[in-house]
């Protein structure tokens, strides 16, 4: 069969926020969820961690731009706040969108460890679920559980209210 302009589907065009940040648009699903994983930190962390959303890292090769980041709690530096951050934060949050295989999510993994983030999570909104990665290769999955332990950091958050 020849493949004319008629019968090759059109590509979907990305937005401006699709392009630069390598992730698909948000939903609200994904806002509330973020949210609520801002709010369980800084409830449960108030002085230990610095929370943040949408910070680009300076990883390898092109950059990226984890859905949350966590840092040691440290004060703002209003005169010197670069586009891209040189320094890995102890955490990376991605939150899977409908649109995102989990091979394409689990990809972002290896350049955050390598940048020297010391644990990753990835959210699955559909599981009602968080796979915690304390290596590119090694996870736990909690589902239907109470609480959510990484034990690489010794965070832990309610997984009822991440999902509520």
């Not at 020849?2 to 392009?19: G, H, W």
């Not at 994983?37 to 230990?48: F, R, S």
């Amino acid at each position: 069969m020849e493949l004319s302009a008629e019968t090759v589907l059109p590509l979907k065009e990305l937005s401006q926020y699709e392009i630069e940040r390598k992730k698909p648009m948000p939903t609200l699903i994904h806002g509330a969820i973020q949210a609520n994983l801002i709010v369980q930190l800084a409830i449960k962390y108030p002085n230990q961690y610095r929370i943040a959303s949408e910070v680009t890292l300076d990883t390898k090769p092109d950059g990226s731009t984890p859905d949350l980041v966590l840092y040691p709690m440290s004060e703002l530096d209003y005169k010197n706040d670069p586009s891209r951050r040189t320094d890995a934060p102890l955490l990376t949050i991605e939150i899977q969108s409908p649109s995102q295989s989990t091979k394409d999510i689990v990809s972002k993994l290896e350049p955050y460890f390598y940048f020297g983030v010391k644990s990753c999570w990835i959210v699955v909104p559909d599981l009602q679920a968080i796979l915690v990665y304390d290596n590119p290769f090694n996870y736990s999955f909690f589902h239907n559980i109470e609480m959510l332990k990484d034990a690489n950091l010794n965070i832990e958050i309610s997984l009822a209210e991440v999902f509520k």
